[in-house]
């Protein structure tokens, strides 16, 4: 079974495609392109700049950014922020119901985008939520049954490039093959609201973000960005 939509084929494999190294397994796999959202100053002119060049792409929200953008999945590292720092609400809050079938094809009812978040939660089907796995299975069980509001969890999605990076790996997972990056410069500055981004603002650790990106050759392919060192590294999008 297939569908078309917004440019993007949509496959619903008889059985979990393989590789994808989630859990629970995920069922679709996506293509085309997908915006990559951080949470630094420039989020809000990348994301629109991004948006005229690739309007029907998907998008992920990472962190505070899920806040500020409507995105189809939402991804942190840090999974007990999202209800900490209130991502799920204010997304939810902010942009209303996701994209369903014929675009991200169909809720979870259909094994695709996570429970829905129904009345006296979120609200129907909005978005699916996604974070890193731990890697042993005790871990991870504690991690699941501390954060079930985490849809999906995937051990291939880590490494030392903050979790934008991640995100980027959770997008090359899911199947999308053009990935570009949006508030994501990896260059000194605040965040999108306006505060002090502490890391981000100390060189040593913004090297190490950098180095870690720069030496994870493997998930290099198809991404882009829309400024600052990222854009510099691997260029901007095909207009």
Known sequence: MA??????????????????????PYRYRHSGPVLVCGNAW????????????????????VNGASARVKADFLYSYHFMNFRRKG???????????????????????????????????????RFSVHST???????????????????????????????????VKLARLLGFDEIILCGVPLAPGPYADGRMAR?????RILERYRAGIAGDQAWHEGVASMSGWTRDFFGEPRR
């Open 3 to 24: 569908a078309k939509a917004s440019g993007r084929l949509l496959r619903e494999p008889s059985q979990p495609f393989s590789g994808n190294a989630a859990a629970p």
């Open 42 to 61: 420039c989020l809000d002119e990348d994301f629109a700049a991004a948006r005229a060049i690739r309007p029907g792409a998907a998008v992920i929200a």
């Open 87 to 125: 991502w799920l609400a204010r997304q939810a809050g902010n942009f209303g119901p996701g994209r369903q079938a014929g675009n991200l094809g169909p809720c979870r009812q259909a094994g695709n985008l996570g429970p829905c978040r129904q009345a006296g939660n979120l609200g129907p089907c």
């Open 133 to 167: 796995a731990a890697k042993s299975e005790a871990e991870q069980a504690s991690r699941a049954h501390s954060a079930p509001w985490v849809d999906y969890w995937w051990r291939e999605a880590r490494g030392q490039g903050t979790s934008a990076w991640c995100a």
């Open 199 to 203: 890391d981000f603002n100390r060189p």
